[in-house]
């Protein structure tokens, strides 16, 4: 048995000069060129890839739909375009907002580029007005404290608050009405000096 190698093509071609089956009549040789690795030919994966394969080789999901979500975003004009751009930007705020499985699985869910579109508009309003509330309740509480310690700002106090100062005080013993009528103070308080007082 003889065999020959030919190299016409990109393509190695095994001929063999004997075959096992042989006939009365002798063929002619052809040469069969093989074009696989021209660079025309666009080149399929194969179907037979392990998860693993897929996991390594392929862009992870966010990029991927940020690829995707970019390619509708160039070829649509308008309106539409400007959403479609929003929501572009809104994914890439989600990114550092939240977790990448979280991400993932709203991408998965939603299945296509319009409908992704339209739950990103969504999420981004849901997260504009959890912060604005945020924002309102901590002013809220801003000016609640404000009220707690007011600033004596050296003007006279309002009837209200002298209302207030008389209802909070406590109710004085006999001993110290007694005092007062005798116009002596308690042992435990002092007046203010009279330079103060003036």
Not at 161 to 181: C, G, H, K, N
Request: charged share 30%; hydrophobic share 30%.
């Amino acid at each position: 048995m003889k065999a020959t190698l030919l190299r016409p093509c990109f393509a190695p071609l095994l001929l063999d000069a004997h075959s096992t089956h042989t006939s009365s009549r002798r063929h002619a040789p052809f040469i069969c060129c093989s074009s696989r690795n021209q660079p025309y030919i666009p080149k399929l994966e194969p179907f037979s890839r392990t998860k693993f394969e897929r996991a390594v080789k392929d862009p992870p999901l966010i990029e991927k739909s940020e690829k995707e979500l970019l390619d509708y975003c160039s070829v649509l004009e308008g309106d539409e375009s400007y959403s479609c751009w929003q929501a572009y930007f809104e994914l890439k705020d989600l990114e550092k907002e939240s977790p990448k499985a979280d991400i993932e699985r709203l991408i998965l869910e939603t299945g296509g580029v319009k409908s992704l579109i339209g739950c990103l508009h969504g999420i981004a309003i849901m997260h504009k007005l959890k912060k604005n509330d945020l924002n309102l309740s901590k002013d809220a509480k801003s000016e609640e404290g404000e009220r707690q310690c007011p600033i004596p700002d050296g003007l006279p106090k309002s009837a209200d608050e002298l209302m207030e100062e008389e209802q909070a005080r406590l109710p004085d013993s006999p001993y110290t009405r007694l005092l007062r009528s005798m116009g002596s103070f308690p042992a435990w308080y002092s007046p203010a000096p009279d330079h103060e007082t003036g």
